[in-house]
């Protein structure tokens, strides 16, 4: 669920989100395998300090078959290209999300994971 939760409502199922963002969850595109499973970059759009240290060519680990869709597009920090380019990273105040494991991301994954220990320390 992750990253969805954080927002009000989703075209996954009925019921609502956390609404700590505005938007809601969509499908990704019927003409592309659905659950995107696998690695994919980032397109960086906004600094920010979670993504300290990454950079365009790191790859990331997918797995996924909706995708946020903010109303507010200046929260989306990075944005990764899978039959549409959707946010895969995104930030408002003390809210981060992501749309990859970072966890299952190897070193560029535990660089996000220590940038927001790194964040919430402060």
Known sequence: MGMHLLFE???EAPGRGLGLLRGETVRLPKDVKTPHIGWNNLHMILD???LNGIDEKDYFYFV??????????????AET??????PSVIAKRNIYGTQ???EKSGKPGRRV???FAEIIRR
């Open 81 to 86: 290209e899978y039959g549409v380019r959707f």
């Open 9 to 11: 409502k989703s075209r």
């Open 64 to 77: 996924h078959g909706y995708y946020a869709k903010p109303e507010n597009t200046n929260i989306v920090v």
């Open 100 to 102: 990859f494991h970072p």
């Open 48 to 50: 920010n300090e979670l």
């Open 113 to 115: 994971l220590m940038n």
